[in-house]
């Protein structure tokens, strides 16, 4: 079975890359909105309209380019010769995307909280947490193009 993947490999990366692409677009993106987001006033328009492009984002671009992104991530694991599994970048890899689905799951606590109001975090917070999925997706870059070690 796995091996009638091999033709299929070079699929399977482009798939991987572009659901990369479009998750860490959303990664990006969603963090910026908070912080606008928490200059609108509660049930304001704006604040209305914050809460839909943030559901949006969420649910119809970051959730399936996630899932697709581990689902076609998972294909490339299962092919054979694409990990040498005694590799050290590749575990550190591993960590890294784990910690971007972790930064993704909070995204979606964060947009939950703003959808009820009851968002207590300033402006500064969100400024910051969006530099975690820069550092990470560098990390997964260097560790895949690199291999330092």
């Known amino acids: 079975m796995i091996l009638g993947f091999l033709p299929w ?3 399977f990366k482009a798939l991987h890359v572009m659901s990369l692409i479009a998750w860490m677009s959303g ?7 908070f912080v606008y987001h928490c200059q609108a006033q509660p049930g304001s328009a704006e604040s209305e309209r914050f809460k839909v492009m943030e559901r949006k984002l969420l649910r ?12 076609f ?15 050290g970048w590749w575990y550190l890899k591993i960590v890294s995307v784990l910690g971007l689905a972790g930064f993704h799951g909070a995204c979606a606590r964060w947009r939950r909280t703003f959808a009820e109001d009851r968002n207590t975090r300033p402006e ?3 400024r910051a947490a969006n ?3 820069t550092i990470l997706m560098a990390v997964v ?5 690199v291999r330092p070690f």
């Open 124 to 126: 500064n917070f969100y």
């Open 9 to 11: 490999l070079a699929w």
């Open 60 to 71: 119809q671009i970051m959730n399936p380019a996630m899932i697709s992104t581990f689902l």
């Open 27 to 33: 990664m990006f993106y969603l963090p910026r909105l």
């Open 73 to 87: 991530g998972t294909l490339l694991v299962l092919t054979p010769g694409t990990v040498d599994w005694h590799a």
């Open 141 to 145: 870059v260097i560790m895949v193009i």
């Open 131 to 133: 530099e975690i999925p």
